[in-house]
């Protein structure tokens, strides 16, 4: 996974020592640990200590185990593994991970490929991962070769690389996989309701709690919160990560169809309320939108109709916010940002 922790993780954390779980009789137990290269914050809410601490214990190991299955910064992991593999014949794989790429997929079809969990050869093309470079154009042309979703596919055994280019990146979808995990093993506890940061991506479950959104390029001053009571909200940035190279910004975030660096220059937040792979899809989701901007962005919405998404945008005079969706009833502005134009809404 990442290294990097996304651009409002500390806002987060501090929201979540304010503001319990749950207001409901029993125990609340917080806890806070490094795995998958960020930090990871649980509270849980149960009947007492005992069952509080094992439903957090159940929590962590599920996101441990994401990590073991999904890491690309691992040489041992399940998806590694994957991109080993002999392109062209199945490689086996865990219902965990089957499942996890079958929502990726999804997602990438559902965002006309600006998501794609094939983006590993931009990655590297880009060196990402490294001190960054901009690729010569027939570099970036051999690795626009290796991505895109007609060159992996899910079979009945397993996964098969098409050819020997592809190489699967979990980076825009596994904290949110992750997340996924964690609430299924806390639902199968006692947990009343829990509240998971990973990263700066928050998950809820069985309760509320305002997430503080970060100014894009000044992650310690919080503009505004949103609020959410199911689900998970995740935010797309560049502002940790991006790179400069020759005294040219680059972002991390890339267009898997143009094998070029996102344009847009602030940061988007993303809430999906529910269903089975809610933090998933929030996460890949996050990543496709800050890819496409306000305006493709609304037209994708049309047929994602419980989605709402958050484009955060510098200005001289502070943030512009822009909100798409049916909850903008949610989100508390700050004094700190100058309001959206009419019509953003």
Known sequence: MNPTPLLFRLLVAVLLTAAPAAAVAGETLERRIGVMGTSLTVEVAAPDRARALAASEAAVRA????????????????????????????FPVSPALRRELAAARACAADTEGAFEASVGPLVAAWDLRGAGRVPPADVLREARAGVGADGWRLVQAGVVRNHGAVQLEEG??????????????????????????LGGQVLAMGTAVDVPLAHPA????????????????????????????????VGHILDPRTGMPAPFTGSVAV?????TAAALRADCLATAFFVHGPAATQRLLVRMPDVHVLFLEPVADGVRIRSFGPHAGRLRESAAFRPAAPGDR
Request: no cysteine; glycine share 14%; aromatic share 4%.
């Open 172 to 197: 825009g979808f596994g904290k949110g996989a992750a997340l996924d995990a964690a609430r299924d093993a806390l639902r199968a506890g006692d947990a009343d309701s829990a509240v998971l940061d």
């Open 271 to 275: 809430w999906v309320p529910g269903g």
């Open 218 to 249: 000044q992650r310690e001053v919080a503009v505004a919160t949103f609020s959410i009571d199911g689900g998970s909200l995740a935010v797309s940035g560049n502002s940790e990560r991006g790179l400069r190279v020759d005294g040219r910004a």
């Open 63 to 90: 996101v441990e185990a994401a990590e073991r299955r999904l890491s690309t910064w691992k040489s041992d992991s399940e998806l590694a593994a994957v991109n080993a593999a002999v392109p062209g014949v199945a």
